[in-house]
């Protein structure tokens, strides 16, 4: 099993330019989430969804936009970089139903740094 | 927002010695994780609390979930090298994370 995976594993970007971070999972999971981690901090989440078609924002989502029109894909677009978008994103997925607290898997992340 | 705030947020010690880092919230949670970032990686789960009160052994790591269900700890005893990390803890569906403790052993 893949589990998640994310691409790029680095990017850089300058000012103003848009990307789209690829997130796919391959283990029938209904949640996916979107996180950043900055330098030394630990996660913070930016968009979540609990089925294709279906997402919700997190802590800091200005900036950001997500679709999931898939279960397996959750895909982060960036429209406007800025340097305070420089930072680690992660993508996880979880699968909830299975009772409380189940494990979250996360991809390797993909960091991004904007200049 | 169900903020998870964990104390210390760094520490650095000797290798053999005993440690415990906290998680704490205003909020009632359902369950607690903690997991374990290395550099370079994703988070990775080590424990679910889900009980009130409940104790969970991990070879020499303890994790505790207050009796309210706003708290948690986890207890390493004789830390070693390989401890050294970032311990997270997450709560709810919706998988908030605390502020994370970045663990260091020294040999």
């Known amino acids: 099993n893949a589990g998640v995976t994310q691409t790029p594993k680095f990017r850089i970007l300058k000012i103003g330019q848009s990307m789209t971070l690829q997130c796919t999972q391959d283990m029938n999971h209904n949640y996916m989430y979107w996180y950043r981690q900055d330098p030394g901090m630990g996660l913070k989440l930016i968009y979540y969804?609990?089925?294709?078609?279906?997402?919700d924002k997190g802590e800091v989502p200005n900036g950001y936009n997500v679709s999931r029109s898939t279960t397996e894909d959750f895909p982060l677009r960036l429209e406007l970089a800025a340097p305070s978008q420089t930072s680690v994103y992660f993508c996880?997925?979880?699968?909830?139903?299975?009772?409380?607290?189940?494990?979250?898997?996360f991809g390797q992340g993909t960091r991004l740094t904007v200049v | 927002t169900q903020l998870l705030e964990q104390s210390p947020q760094f520490l650095s010690i000797q290798e053999g010695e005993n440690l415990t880092v906290y998680c704490n919230s205003s909020s009632v949670f359902s369950s607690l994780q903690w997991y374990r970032q290395e550099p370079g990686e994703g988070p990775v789960l080590l424990v679910t609390v889900v009980t009130g009160g409940e104790v969970k052994k991990l070879k020499r790591l303890t994790f505790q979930f207050g009796d309210a269900r706003k708290d948690s700890s986890l207890h390493i005893t004789a830390a070693q090298p390989g401890d050294t990390g970032l311990y997270l803890c997450?709560?709810?569906?919706?998988?908030?994370f605390g502020t994370g403790t970045r663990l260091t052993i020294i040999p």
């Open positions: 997450a709560g709810e569906v919706k998988l908030t």
């Open positions: 996880a997925s979880s699968f909830p139903d299975a009772g409380p607290g189940t494990e979250a898997f």
């Open positions: 969804s609990v089925g294709a078609g279906i997402t």
